[in-house]
């Protein structure tokens, strides 16, 4: 009898013979020491000793079990190379790095902004009154030490207006 003309019942039968077919086949591979085909064949062959199958319809009914544990297998295949290919440590690696550069990048900037404000509260003018400390030329480099409070003159060496101080 083809696929094309089973009646309501038999294939209501061949959907339960599927799954006992499935069940029984997983028990045996649980236990480890078959393949998948030899225990679809066993499996097969214990449903058909209970008499409620045949042979051949357990033979037949296998499979289809095994054409479509077949496609599965093809896409958890199809799913670990996906997997793999995302995991890929070279592409890891990359992502970490990349990371890592923009948040350098980012703490670089942040740290430059702040060195460019303290330079700033750094920075004096002649004519400005300071207190005592060390004034250094920003052109020329040239140092004055300033030992008390005074009015900044320009630099003794190149007449330039703007220092950095230090203490």
Do not use: W
Not at 125 to 141: A, N, Q, R, W, Y
């Amino acid at each position: 009898m083809t696929d094309e003309k089973r009646t309501p019942e038999e294939e209501h039968e061949d959907v339960g013979l599927y799954q006992k077919l499935a069940a029984r086949a997983a028990e045996i591979l649980e236990d480890g020491r078959k393949t998948l085909d030899e225990a679809l064949k066993k499996a097969g062959e214990e449903i058909a000793a209970g008499g409620e199958y045949t042979r051949e319809q357990a033979e037949r009914i296998g499979e289809f079990l095994r054409r479509d544990l077949s496609a599965v297998g093809k896409k958890a295949q199809q799913a670990r190379d996906s997997v793999l290919e995302a995991v890929e440590p070279r592409r890891v690696v990359a992502g970490m790095q990349s990371g890592l550069s923009r948040l350098l990048t980012s703490a670089a900037d942040l740290l430059n902004e702040l060195a460019e404000k303290s330079e700033q509260g750094l920075e004096f003018k002649t004519g400005e009154v300071t207190s005592p400390g060390t004034l250094t030329c920003k052109d020329c480099g040239k140092e004055m030490h300033l030992k008390s409070t005074a009015r900044i003159p320009p630099c003794p060496h190149c007449h330039k207006t703007l220092f950095r101080k230090s203490y």
